[in-house]
Nanobody, 117 residues
């Protein structure tokens, strides 16, 4: 069982930056594929980006602005968000899985990001 805890959300003006963190429990963090998702108000949850042993992958809407990274020694995955837009406002979730082709097995509780215009 893996527990994920996000932090770093908040209110930021358009054009600003935030860095989200997600700390995972357990001692097999380095083996997990870690993903970030977001759910805007009144909308479904969407994929943002992920990181695995093969590299990173991003949704088109955030490519060039967001960066996913990880520190396996700290059991932590990060989402650096730059050039934020009001449409980036959402609850952001981190998730973990062990298999490239499977669903994400574990989810955090989410952290709110609000971008004002």
């Amino acid at each position: 069982q893996v527990q994920l805890v996000e932090s770093g959300g908040g209110l930021v003006q358009a054009g600003g930056s935030l860095r989200l963190s997600c700390v995972a429990s357990g001692d097999t963090f380095s083996t997990y594929i870690m993903g970030w998702f977001r759910q805007p108000p009144g909308k479904e949850r969407d994929f943002v980006g992920r990181i695995s042993w093969s590299g990173t992958y991003y949704a088109e809407s955030v490519k060039g602005r967001f960066t996913v990274s990880r520190d396996n020694a700290k059991n932590t995955v990060y989402l650096q968000m730059n050039s934020l837009k009001p449409e980036d406002t959402a609850v952001y979730y981190c998730a973990a899985k062990t298999n490239t082709y499977s669903q994400y097995d574990y989810w955090g509780q989410g952290t709110q990001v609000t971008v004002s215009s």
